[in-house]
């Protein structure tokens, strides 16, 4: 699989300021996300023939990497989503979330397939995981399309894995930063008078 990170800031797609202000550079672009997630698709589709898996995600950043992704999977599949609450820095530090919406689908017996769009420190999953092995599916495996490996706290296996991301704070594709910038179609970092000016916990 490609895992190339590149472009300068001169290279940010169009001409579109309130999108695009206060990006500083594309790591990933859309034709490079778009690569990846059909690699992933691929893969879960070979393992996964057969068995009707049951693909959950935590809203909301997880939305377009799933819709992505599971339009490029040639399997049947279901689908279904958990939202947690945003958490005090430190809720986080014991990788503490509350559920705010439970899944709508029973588990117990099914083949699961838990999708990330970002894994930092591995607390927010380790911690979802462990409510849901505690239900007793028939597999329970990850998927995440942004690891940032070096700032794990937590061993996580992780099955399927898109790109690796440096220890900084990215948005675009399902990311945000207070909400703006989902809706860019390639992942970049933002810059540092952008975030140091508006710091804040983040979730989903
Ligand atoms: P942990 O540290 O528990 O955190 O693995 C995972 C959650 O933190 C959020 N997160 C980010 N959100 N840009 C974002 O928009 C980022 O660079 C980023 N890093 C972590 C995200 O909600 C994820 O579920
Ligand atoms: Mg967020």
């Known amino acids: 699989m490609k895992n190339k990170r590149s472009s300068p800031v001169d290279e940010l797609p169009g001409d579109h300021p309130e999108l695009t202000s206060g990006i500083r550079q594309v790591l990933y672009t859309e034709e490079q996300i778009r690569q990846q997630v059909a690699a992933l ?3 879960i589709s070979r393992d996964y023939t057969g068995r009707n898996p049951l693909i959950i995600g935590v809203l909301k950043g997880v939305v377009f990497f799933m819709a992505d992704l599971l339009r490029a999977l040639t399997i049947s599949a279901e689908v279904d989503f958990i939202a947690v609450s945003s958490y005090t820095s430190e809720a986080r530090e014991r990788g503490m979330v509350r559920l705010v919406k439970d899944l709508e689908t029973p588990i117990s017996g099914r083949h699961v397939l838990f999708i990330e769009d970002v894994i930092d420190t591995g607390l927010t999953l380790h911690y979802l995981l ?15 399309l942004f690891d940032k490996s070096s700032s794990r706290l937590l061993n996580i296996p992780i099955k399927y894995k898109g790109f ?4 900084y704070f990215v948005v675009g594709y399902g990311l ?5 910038y989902r809706n860019l179609p390639f992942v970049g970092l933002l ?3 952008v975030f140091e000016n508006n710091k804040t916990t983040n979730q989903g």
């Open 130 to 144: 462990q409510n849901l092995r505690a239900r007793q599916p028939a597999s329970l495996e990850v998927c995440v």
């Open 191 to 193: 810059s540092p008078e």
């Open 164 to 167: 690796d991301l440096p220890p």
């Open 176 to 180: 945000d930063f207070r909400e703006k």
């Open 41 to 43: 698709a691929q893969a």
